[in-house]
């Protein structure tokens, strides 16, 4: 039996939306996200019963966060890539010691693993169906992009506030 | 999920509350504008407690109390008529005003469409019904069962009471025992006579609700 779609949106929205962020940058990233709960609406009706819903809204993400690069791509100029690493885009990040540009600049295949497994919490098997591959090459992919990301740690200044929250 | 992020993604997991409430909002409306939005719902206080106000696109379709469990009546909302289901309070402003007019005594007719999709056969027929008996008077179930013209379904008249999807807009409180005793109701007894003590002109108080 479905639970209202409310709750879908009240349980699964904020994970989701980290996913997405974890994909693009915003406002893209918002955008995603409403696009893949307004698909993810439209079709719940049909969606199997005691379907895995947190996999079916990441795959939706992938698709929207695919769309929204392909956009960026033909929106693309040498001024909004430089508007990109600028303090425009800045404005729009969390505080959070530039993690979300770090995870963004990952190679596609590892910014994907980490997306949905370390921030979407699916399991490899999953997270290999979305991407393609193995569920080794995806469990791989993710590790890479977890060391690749605590290198970024390391090398940036902000290593030491980084630690000091962790601990 | 959360828990099991690596700590080098601790960032990530920060609540981004406005920007969801935002997001939501804005879902919301893009599931209006492309009807998508099958059964709108909000809560309203109300001297009778918190109620539950959902509605279709045809009208509102669904009242509910407290003691009825608005979790429950919104997952067999659900399973009845479609699970696109979501708080959007918008479609609800005209039914949350005039109980509001209602329940400070200013509005004595509900003037709203109405969805009788939960209602069927004999039932319905006896919803049809209430509707007619105005603000202030009360009938007999007999007396309902005899205007449906099934004089002798009395106790069907009162299931229909008891499953009325609208109550307090379709005046099931006006429906008592031909012993002038109050019978029952949907939202307990207490509830049955404070509405109909808002309708004989007294107002109601804390004493009233506490009785």
Redesign the interface.
Known sequence: ??????EI?AEH???V??VC??LLARPDA?DA??ET??AA??A??DLADGANI?AWLVTIAHHKAIDQLRAQTRRATPVAEVAETGSATDAWE????G??AA?RALPTKQRQA?AYH????LPYAEVAVIVGGSTDAARRAAHDG?RA??RH?RDSQSITL?KE??S | ??N?????????????TE??TR??D??VA??EA?R?LD?A?RTIDSPVGTLLLAATDQGLVRVAYQSEDHDHV??T???LI??????APRRLDQAARQLGEYFTGERRDFVLPLDFRLAHGFRRAVLAHLVLINYGQTETYAEVAAATGHSRAVRAVGTACATNPMPVIVPCHRVLRSDGKLGGYVGGLETKATLLSLEAGRSIGADTLSR
Do not use: C
């Open positions: 039996m479905k639970r209202p779609f409310e949106v929205g904020p994970t939306l980290r962020r974890a918002d996200w409403s709960f307004l609406l439209r719940y009706p947190e969390p505080a959070d010691n993690l979300w995870l980490v370390h921030v979407g919490g977890i990301l605590r740690y980084a929250s962790r | 999920m959360i099991s992020m690596d700590p080098v993604l601790a960032p990530i997991a920060a609540e981004d920007t969801m997001l939501r804005q879902l893009a599931a492309d998508l059964v719902y919104l997952q909302l659900s399973k479609s699970p696109r289901i979501l708080r």
